[in-house]
């Protein structure tokens, strides 16, 4: 007979993550607070076991911090400095694996892309996490798939890393602005990627990239 109770916890992990991240998104755990791990245990009803596990997904997601002597804090609202960093990576990164994918890419990838398109629209981008993460999973499974297409491994796993749309989301949810360009800029990148044409899909997501930097860091 099959085990389950690992899968259970496991599910219920995920769970309390997916609670905690929406909290966190909306403000209602502020950036710098302090996470009590039986206070919150005792406020989800839950032990404190799948807690730590959820802390723990969201400190590699860049939403917490654990830090010896003060435990688990919600980490601070990117600043200017993080977010010229972050963008300076990405602008070296993103573009070349554009391009590199541009030659491999498979139509069932310009498909995948596309279906990403149709769940970034204005009425995801605006609002609380609950409606906003609809715009923020398509967001990374956008970039997450060209990665995937360039065949660069190390590549997509070090943009994986970066944890980018959920950095920017952040900032994107105070400023409700921008769906509107970023639709139109990711239509540009689509289109150069189903055109096979390497040197404008590394323009297209530079642009996008550079604008986008623009839009959170005017």
């Keep these: 007979m099959q085990d389950t109770r690992v899968v259970t916890r496991v599910g219920l992990a995920e769970q309390v993550r997916a609670r905690l991240q929406e909290r966190i998104m909306d403000q209602d755990l502020a950036p710098g607070a302090r996470l009590n791990i039986d206070a919150l245990a005792r406020e989800m009803a839950v032990s404190t076991t799948p807690l730590r596990e959820a802390l723990a997904g969201l400190c590699a997601r860049g939403l917490v911090r654990n830090e010896a002597y003060l435990g688990f804090t919600v980490a601070p609202m990117p600043d200017q400095a993080f977010l010229r960093d972050l963008y300076e990576t990405r602008l ?12 491999r890419i498979t139509p069932q990838a310009i498909t995948r892309l596309r279906d990403c398109l149709a769940d970034m629209g204005a009425h995801v981008r605006r609002g609380p996490w609950q409606t906003h993460r609809t715009h923020a999973a398509a967001d990374e499974a956008f970039h997450g798939i060209i990665a995937e297409a ?10 994986t890393a970066l944890n980018a749309q959920v950095h920017a989301s952040r900032l994107y949810m105070k400023a409700q602005q921008g769906a509107e360009e970023t639709a139109r800029e990711h239509e540009a990148i689509v289109a150069a990627l189903w055109g096979h044409d390497a040197a404008a899909a590394e323009a297209a997501m530079a642009h996008h990239l550079t604008a986008s930097r623009e839009r959170l860091a005017p």
Excluded at 94 to 102: I, K, S, V
Excluded at 150 to 159: M, V
């Design 150 to 159: 360039s065949g660069n491994e190390p590549a997509r796993q070090a943009l």
């Design 92 to 103: 070296r990164l993103e573009p070349w694996l554009a391009a590199q994918a541009a030659p």
